[in-house]
């Protein structure tokens, strides 16, 4: 099956400028997770989405970050106005069902570099 | 507050080496522990585990979990330096049917041949 894809692999702004990442999960998976990886640290969940649903945003800092999955598939999250302090990357996962018995599937990521 | 701690960062051994890295937790709900290995690009899955004691193996890696003194080691044997990579303990605490994981800050290994 093919993975969960994300684009772009890497992205370079100026601070203040918005910018966009996008994901696509495994086909079938319900539950959808945007991750947030900074250098030398673990990921530390943003969001996570059951469905069309966001379910569990509370780490995600809403004054500048947005996200939507519209129809359940796709995803994407959006920074504006974007600041030095937000370049990490940003990984996508996805799952068939956040209950059951099976492991995270992790995207390549998007590596974001702010300016 | 939940939390994953791995030990050590980081670690830089010759090719044949043996190593164990460690992941230790605190969580209020427990459900499973999960090691990823990271190179460049997405957290590739290792193993899952769920009940203490038991051994999940996989070629020259291999796992455990105490769910009683509360942490996992990841040993791999016979290193090579395509083991190189930053290696992520993940614990999964969910508060209802949810799938929360909760990362550790990563151990990096470093195999030179």
């Known amino acids: 099956e093919a993975g969960v894809v994300q684009s772009p692999r890497y992205k370079i702004i100026e601070k203040k400028q918005p910018v966009a990442f996008w994901c696509n999960p495994i086909?079938?998976?319900?539950?959808l997770y945007w991750y947030r990886q900074n250098l030398g640290q673990g990921p530390e969940l943003l969001i996570r989405y059951e469905n069309e649903e966001a379910v569990d945003d509370s780490q995600l800092p809403k004054d500048r970050f947005s996200a939507e999955r519209l129809k359940g598939v796709d995803s994407t999250l959006k920074i504006q106005p974007a600041e030095l302090g937000d370049s990490a990357v940003y990984l996508c996962?996805?799952?068939?069902?956040?209950?059951?018995?099976?492991?995270?599937?992790f995207g390549n990521g998007t590596r974001l570099t702010v300016t | 507050e939940d939390k994953v701690v791995q030990s050590p960062l980081s670690l830089v051994v010759h090719e044949g080496d043996t190593v164990t890295l460690n992941c230790s937790y605190e969580?209020?709900?427990?459900?499973?522990l999960l090691w990823y290995k990271q190179e460049k690009k997405a957290p590739t899955f290792l193993f899952m585990l769920t009940s203490s004691g038991i051994e999940k193996k996989s070629g020259r890696l291999s796992s455990i979990l105490d769910k009683k003194e509360l942490f996992s080691i990841l040993n791999i044997t016979a290193t090579q330096t395509g083991d190189s990579a930053i290696y992520l303990c993940?614990?999964?605490?969910?508060?209802?049917?949810?799938?929360?994981?909760?990362f550790g800050q990563g151990t990096t290994l470093q195999v030179k041949p």
């Open positions: 996962a996805s799952k068939r069902q956040a209950w059951d018995n099976s492991p995270l599937h």
């Open positions: 969580v209020t709900n427990f459900r499973s």
């Open positions: 993940a614990v999964e605490a969910p508060t209802s049917n949810t799938g929360k994981l909760i």
């Open positions: 086909s079938g998976h319900n539950t």
